[in-house]
């Protein structure tokens, strides 16, 4: 199907105007780069591929069928009519299928169908967002059916509409929060709605991870008892982003089987997609006096040179940037650039981001389509229901974290039927320099997978109380809740007072509810706030706190800089001014871990492989202020911080001090050695697992007490775990030599941002030995069994 160029792709001259083959040409005469070192590290084209339709369900109701042909649909894509034939059967299915590929009819048919047959039956929709939820609403209404009487349930509906949406509305669009705070505690009042409840469809089911996925998981399992308890029987349909495995994640999701539906029949444009390394900078003789790591050149410079080669090519151009201040900076620094060459040229140029108002957004769209404007940069905000057409390329400032983000953004380039360019610039970072020296990670099989865990037991207790206050739980329902797991957490609930067991089950018998956040678990998130004008800027989870807010910390909200000037940890406040230093901050801590189980475990000799409940206690003890761009210590400043404790689970790996001899890691370079294979393992991890690596922690020590060897510990950051540790214990052959291979294709000389230092590491990145950390990874894999999942 796909065709791997090393040099240009042809078609030059065939389009009119410069096509990408032209811009990539032009783009690759501009890199600045050491001579015959190209920042281009893999090309790929994707060619265009025709869609397949199959026809109309003979089951999909005639009304719908004709409501679809009078939008201009003629017949569904194939995809679309497997997924909705296996939910009109009754079977519980996932679409996981690309952006614009029509997922939404795969649930519309069977839904709506079924509500034009059945003039009692009910649907319930859940979205993660307002957004899609709103448009979602939207689509629906133009399709203009009789008798749906969709209605949106969500925070802002006001008080007399919800009494109306219970009971007359047959599609309710709601979220996982309403489902949790309102429609579950009071679902006496949609008794009847639940009853004929026929489907519940999750949208976008893929943001359901981590935490917040595990909690979302118990949501629907309570959500399914109730609804069982007045004789309703749903079909569960899902949508999801291309992921690894998205059947087991809904299966894990909802507690159901899952019938996966993959295979996309949607037509797309041909577009080829570049990989780009910015190349290292030579070293100054500043950076060689303080002794600085080497650098390449940043991921905003170049995408900014880029972005100033396409407009003057007079290519219209997208290049998306991860915060806003990044989007300016390199919409200002395009404007800089296009007007040296020709005054004037700049004003073709916008930043754009969330918070515009939607008559600028439209200005904005419309000065794009006509050609007034020719490049864009913006941050993510565009992902999300925001409808540019006619753009010719997308630049990815940074991996977006994704797969599925960066099909989506890629995806917005292609006008209908001409070729497109997608160019994803590497930042400096292990991933970022894993993926563009390892294409086959991006276009082959999806590995990352969404994980969640619903038997962490910080999310099963207190879910358990709430479904209790919802209905007494029965033996039954702790199946249901996860087995032994829930067993285990009710007979704990009832011990400490909080469930009371009597012969019928187990109650909820307090007043009130129990407080339940389903976005986190560890206590009140700090608020943000902003002393001189009393405005909330945002939450950081108190698991961050001390290290993101501590006194004197520099915040970056949304691009812009703020100063801390207190942390508040009872009352939970940080209050903070808008300033910009020239520096920024740096917390040091320390934390020791202990190991309380082991879970599971590979036992290879010389190799330990472990999967376990581990303690962490983490103290923030000072914070160290850098000059901004040297990077030189100003000074180091204490910090007067409680000791953090957090049970969580953890994966280690342990290696025995001989074999590390025989691998050629002496004794003195054993910390270095670990301490940097610990922070590649951790930059990787998103790989395998959709998670951030803030989500993690790390720990590494040349002799543990409780494992007495050598041993690199990678924890989730969360009371509990959130899954993450889980799945890297399940991929830990291609999670290592993924991370081996990050810190072996580096081309610095002894560890730099890319490979093993870290932006987060509580001791200053030191001691790191890079090439000890090859050594150290090819031991263990060298012992070490697959252990794929
Ligand atoms: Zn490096
Ligand atoms: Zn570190």
Redesign the pocket.
Known sequence: MTTTVPGIPAARGATPGLGPAELLHRLRAHAVAPAGDSPVTHVRREPARPGRTAPWPGWAAPALISAYEGLGIAEPWEHQAAAATLAHEGGHVVLATGTASGKSMAYQMPALSKLLDDPRATVLYLSPTKALAADQSRALARLGLDGVRTATYDGDTPREEREWIRRHSRFVLTNPDMLHHALLPGHARWATFLRRLSYVVIDECHAYRGVFGSHVAHVLRRLRRVTAGYGGDPTFILASATSGDPGDAASRLTGLPVAPVTEDASPRGAVTFVLWEPPLLPPSLENLEIEMPPVRRSALRETADLLTDAVVAGIRTLAFVRSRRGAEVVAAMTRRGLDEAVPGLGERVAAYRAGYLKEDRRAIERALLSGDLLALASTNALELGVDLVGLDAVLICGYPGTRASLWQQAGRAGRSGGEALAVLVARDDPLD?YLVHHPEALFGRPVEATVMDPANPYVLGPQLCRAASEAPLTEADLELFGGDPARAAAEALTASGALRRRPSGWYWTHRGRPEVDLRGTGGTPVSVVESATGRLLGTVDQGSSHVMLHTGAVYLHQGASYVVDDLDLEDAVALVRAAEPDWSTHARDVTELSVVSVREYVDAGPVGLFLGEVDVTNQVVSYQRRRIGSGEVIDTRPLDLPPRELRTVAVWFTVSPGLLAASGVQAPDVPGSLHAAEHAAIGLLPLMATCDRWDIGGLSTANHADTEAPTVFVYDGHPGGAGFAERAYGTAAAWLSATREAIAS???EA??P???QSPKCGNGNNPLD?NGAVAVLDALLGSLPPVES
Do not use: A, E
């Open positions: 320099t580096c081309g610095c560890g730099c890319s490979c093993v890079k």
